[in-house]
């Protein structure tokens, strides 16, 4: 009898965990594993259909042998490397700054690193386009020198540009955790038997760098590989990326080389993620947050040429990131129905009709909306992955359902987008908010996920054991002694994946039609044309976060003195 309950028992434990687990489970089969085999299927179909009458590999062929295919790859191979290659010359200087500055000066760095997450895109964009445009900043600048105007927008320098500033956050949060994290006692040892500095950076300090920076090199050569609004929105007719040619083709319902196309990007991704967490181990998914602080603490950061071009590097850095969160509040108060900077007047009519307008009204609720339910989504998924990956015994139940959870960051954005497009449509979901839903969601899991784990593992599974000794059922001690301990990573977890939906544009693209999310609506503008109101509409978006970085500003300042 004691066999036959303890069987019994197992079996309970075992059926609660995968009912637990099947709400995740069945989102992530419906809008990842789905769409990626129907765009497998259209790839392999001479018609691009999605069904399995013979292997066709034509479309993969033309790949290779079609002079245009060829010249889109080409192009978005040279975007790639130059954005990537310029990202780690700007990103390594500045990460070692930051990563020798005292705790709260490095803090507020940090802050100011991550401050374009909080802002859109498209909201980053369209400052680019005020910033590099014909009238724009630093054609204005240049013009009582009699220089100018240049061609800095809609071509290959602007698009370089946006990427760069999009990837530099990346790898500088992954090269400051592991510059923050390295063994000062080997550098103060080098010194000690007479290294010169020179070579206590290449033999000890670089060594130990190394990985980090090779894995986030690729996982920021991958992500710049899958890039589409900034080349879409910044670059000009040649600029014709992977991911856009990929757009016009499923526009034109060409199915077959966009599906075989988006099937060689997925394949590289995963190539790259793989080689990356290789090299530099799962650390960065969950980058190192503490650890031996460098020598910041300990010794002052000399001036020497190396430190100033370092601190050089710094300044470029900021200007990149801030310039567009600054830029557009003021363009929001010109008089002129075009943009331009400096403004010409001041007026609040651009505010004033965003707020009565119907269509940015509905735009505005249509995200929130969406954001709202994402959060709620994905935050419960994520937590139900996470909560029975940490029970498990099995390694390798444990391995994958963490494999299962990331894989949507390994799928390029614009491929998920049209396979989940594909699938939508055959659900009568393409244009529902419940549909935008659940493809942000499936966006949103992995990120759910791995702050839900990480959460998870500081829970002491010891408290939850003594409630089940103590009568308590697993709901009842999961709720009591769990949930307590991990709602600060449940808040967070929400906030993340309504700011990852609020700013999402590629997916809401094909998602919907004349029931706009905001990022797609401000997109239909930049390419149709671009008034004031949008400026309006990112001042409303960005001056919350610059307020918030500010009063952190603040704060921090105070401490340090």
């Known amino acids: 009898m004691t066999i036959i309950a303890a069987d019994s028992g197992r079996w309970a434990t075992r059926a609660g965990r995968m009912a637990l687990m099947a709400p995740a489970a069945l989102l992530l089969a419906l809008m990842l594993f789905w769409p990626l085999y129907s765009i497998v299927l259209r790839s392999l179909n001479q018609r691009g259909r999605a069904a399995f009458d013979s292997i066709y590999w034509g479309n993969y062929v033309a790949i290779a042998k079609d002079d245009l295919l060829r010249q889109v790859v080409l192009e978005s191979l040279m975007l790639a490397v130059v954005a990537t290659a310029i990202t780690i010359i700007l990103s390594f200087p500045t990460s070692y700054i930051i990563s020798r500055l005292s705790r709260q000066m490095s803090s507020l760095m940090m802050v100011v690193i991550v401050m374009p997450f909080w802002v859109s895109i498209i909201v980053r964009l369209f400052a680019f386009t005020t910033i590099l445009g014909q009238q724009g900043i630093i054609n204005a600048a240049l013009a009582p020198f009699d220089l100018g105007p240049f061609p800095l927008l809609y071509n290959t320098f602007a698009t370089i540009t946006g990427m760069v500033a999009y990837l530099l956050p990346y790898l500088i949060l992954v090269l400051v955790s592991a510059m923050r994290s390295i063994d000062v ?134 200007i990149i990131l801030i310039s567009p969160l600054l830029i557009v509040i003021p363009t929001a108060f010109t008089e002129t129905t075009q943009i331009r900077f400096p403004p010409l007047g001041f007026t609040w009519k651009w505010f004033a009709e965003v707020v009565t307008s119907d269509i940015w009204i509905g735009a505005f609720m249509k995200s929130v909306r969406v954001g709202i339910a994402t959060a709620i989504v994905s935050t419960l998924a994520g937590l139900a992955l996470a909560r029975v990956g940490s029970r498990l015994g099995s390694g390798f139940w444990q391995g994958l359902i963490q494999v299962v959870a990331i894989a949507p960051l390994i799928v390029p954005v614009i491929l998920l987008a049209i396979g989940i497009f594909d699938v939508q449509g055959r659900l009568g979901l393409i244009g529902t908010d419940a549909g935008l839903v659940l493809a942000h969601a499936v966006l949103c899991v992995p990120l759910t996920f791995l702050v839900m784990a990480n959460a998870l593992s500081f829970v002491d599974l010891s408290m939850e054991q003594a409630s089940w000794t103590m009568g308590a059922s697993n709901i009842k001690a999961f709720w009591s002694i769990v949930v307590p301990n991990i709602i600060p990573s449940v808040i967070g977890c929400l906030i993340i994946a309504f700011v990852t939906s609020w700013d999402e544009a590629v997916i809401a693209m094909f998602q919907t039609g004349f029931d706009k999310t905001l990022p797609v609506t401000i997109y239909s503008l930049l390419r149709s044309g671009i008034t004031p109101a949008v400026s309006a509409v990112a001042a409303i978006v960005t001056a919350p976060v610059l307020v918030g970085a500010l009063i952190y500003g603040v704060r921090a300042a105070r401490n340090a003195n």
């Not at 070579?199 to 589409?228: K, M």
């Not at 993620?273 to 950061?301: H, M, N």
Request: proline share 5%; net charge positive.
């Open 185 to 318: 006692s080997l550098l103060t040892a080098a010194r000690t038997m007479g290294a010169a500095e020179r070579q206590v950076f290449l033999d000890v300090y670089f060594p130990q760098i190394r990985p980090t920076l090779l894995s986030g090199t690729l996982l920021v050569f991958v992500l710049a590989l899958g890039f589409f609004l900034t080349p879409a929105i910044l670059g000009g007719p040649h600029n014709l990326t992977i991911p856009i040619f990929i757009q016009q083709q499923i526009q034109i319902y060409q199915w077959g080389k966009a599906a075989a196309m988006g099937v060689v990007l997925l394949l590289v991704s995963a190539a790259g993620y793989l080689v990356a967490l290789r090299v530099g181990g799962k650390g960065i998914l969950t980058p190192v947050q503490s650890g031996t602080r460098g020598a910041a603490a300990d010794e002052p950061l000399k001036m020497t040429a190396t430190t100033v071009l370092c601190w050089i590097a710094l300044a470029m850095v900021m």
